[in-house]
């Protein structure tokens, strides 16, 4: 059991809602009949009940029109870098370049056709969303909603005159959405949705079957939608804790619920940051992320990182270091992440300054 003193700011497998864990572990004891989840046949009619209930919930929550479809897959987001590409790139399309994950996601197009890239920030170590224009005849336009290194999101829901494309794996189900302005949206589960190894995709059935290449039947979203997400034996047990999380989500309140809660959060932080004499955060206001929030030492504080992370951990603080390749700290604050909890790492951050401070 967890100590209620520990404070968890892990960026990604995050912090999962206590009732999940506890329905989760109910279920790894005896999911049906005295069978664990770990060990049931994802054909018996037990499972393909959770399956059909998961993906009625995220209809229900994502409020999801008709003309889409639900799957769900292993091999994260990393593996949607590549079959995006292959089953929606007929010859070219558009990126916009916000961090490492959507330049891996460029990565692996570049395998498949021509990409443009319409913006970037790289110029200034990623800290802003770029400005940008879409051109029309591309195949599609991809971005990377929420940015986990560097803490920049894309909080509202473009227009775009082509299919748009969107990785929300780190803030899906943070906040309503208008999924009819997507055509395909794709996110590993280990932030918001559930435990680790089980990617989501919602995808406009209309996009498909338009590439004149060949697709390998493993990465082809058709054979997947034809076979209920289980072409392959699914990530079963990542799967309940997406239904279990839908269901917390719902008794919460739905995500204008989750939106709001999730908004005070970052509110709090950013505000403790802005006034405090010791931190600061590079990213540009108007582009801050609401689920990772990433902040540095001023310039004439930077010995103190060291002593900061130990500071922290000594006060039940965990998983608020950067990432390494910016360094830093960052908060990341999910939906399961408690306003009491960001009030802790708040104090902290008070409390050492007043150490630091005279």
């Not at 195949?139 to 509202?156: K, S, V």
């Amino acid at each position: 059991m967890r100590s209620k003193s520990i404070h968890n700011f892990s960026a990604g497998p995050g912090t999962m809602a206590k009732e999940v864990i506890e329905a989760t572990e109910k279920a790894i004891n005896n999911f049906w009949n005295g069978v664990s989840i770990l060990e049931i046949s994802h054909r018996t009619k037990e499972w393909i009940k959770v399956m059909k209930e998961t993906k009625r919930m995220m209809k229900e929550v994502m409020d999801i029109p008709e003309g889409y479809e639900i799957i769900f897959l292993g091999g994260g987001a990393s593996l949607q870098f590549l079959m995006v590409a292959m089953n929606l790139m007929n010859k070219k399309a558009c990126y916009l370049d916000t961090g490492i994950w959507a330049s891996k996601a460029i990565k692996e197009a570049e395998n498949i056709g021509e990409v443009k890239i319409i913006g970037t920030s790289k110029d200034k170590n990623y800290t802003y969303i770029p400005e940008y224009q879409i051109p029309s005849d591309y195949d599609y336009f991809h971005i990377t909603t929420n940015n986990t290194i560097y803490g920049t999101e894309i909080r509202e829901d473009i227009e775009s005159p082509i299919p748009l494309v969107a990785d929300m794996s780190s803030d899906i189900l943070s906040r309503p959405i208008d999924i009819s302005k997507y055509s395909l949206i794709y996110a590993s589960a280990q932030k918001n949705c559930g435990a680790a190894g089980v990617t989501i995709i919602i995808i406009k059935k209309e996009i498909l079957g338009k590439v004149n290449r060949k697709i390998p039947t493993i990465l082809d979203y058709q054979v997947h939608i034809l076979n209920d997400s289980m072409y392959n034996t699914p990530p079963v047990i990542s799967i309940f804790t997406v239904n279990q999380t839908l269901k917390y989500i719902k008794k919460l309140g739905g995500l204008e619920k989750i939106k709001q809660l999730n908004e005070e959060k970052a509110r709090l932080l950013y505000a403790e940051i802005d006034r405090n004499k010791i931190f600061k955060t590079t990213v540009l206001k108007k582009d801050r992320s609401i689920m990772n929030v990433c902040f540095v030492m001023e310039d004439h504080y930077n010995q103190l990182e060291n002593d900061f992370s130990e500071y922290a951990f000594q006060n039940g603080i965990i998983g608020i270091k950067g990432h390494r390749s910016v360094g830093g700290f960052r908060a990341s604050i999910y939906n399961a992440v408690t306003i009491d909890s960001v009030h802790a790492l708040i104090k902290c951050m008070r409390d050492f300054e007043q150490l630091h401070i005279h």
